[in-house]
């Protein structure tokens, strides 16, 4: 099993900053993709950042300049710095992980995509 773990959220003023940490632990033969993604209330799901495990981090417009996504392969550990924050940033903040496991059989490799249980970041004005 695979299970994925934030921490970092709260409450914060605008101008304030905050870092996000996501942790994947379980039976992980390798990790792909690492990304950070929010959703506030009446909104859908959105791409915040993603960090392939080689290429280009993409980021979304509106948190450019302000927000970096880092990951530390060694910990299996996403991270999100948060800095410069707006009220318009307030969301619940989910991890998204794919990550490749490796089937009892020894030969079959599953690739999925997992998500954490998400975390409140609230900005006040």
């Known amino acids: 099993q695979v299970q994925l773990v934030e921490s970092g959220g709260g409450l914060v003023q605008a101008g304030g900053s905050l870092r996000l940490s996501c942790v994947a632990s379980?039976?992980?033969?390798?990790?792909?993709?690492m990304g950070w993604y929010r959703q506030a209330p009446g909104n859908e799901r959105e791409l915040v950042a993603t960090?392939?495990?080689?290429?280009?981090?993409i980021y979304a417009d509106s948190v450019k300049g302000r927000f970096t996504i880092d990951r530390d392969n060694a910990k299996n550990t996403v991270y999100l710095q948060m800095n410069k924050l707006k009220p318009e940033d307030t969301a619940v903040y989910f991890c998204?992980?794919?990550?490749?496991?490796?089937?009892?059989?020894?030969?079959?490799?599953?690739?999925?995509?997992?998500w954490g249980q998400g975390t409140q970041v609230t900005v006040s004005s």
């Open positions: 998204n992980v794919e990550i490749i496991t490796r089937e009892d059989d020894g030969v079959t490799y599953l690739n999925s995509d997992y």
């Open positions: 379980g039976t992980i033969f390798s990790i792909g993709a």
């Open positions: 960090m392939p495990s080689s290429g280009s981090t």
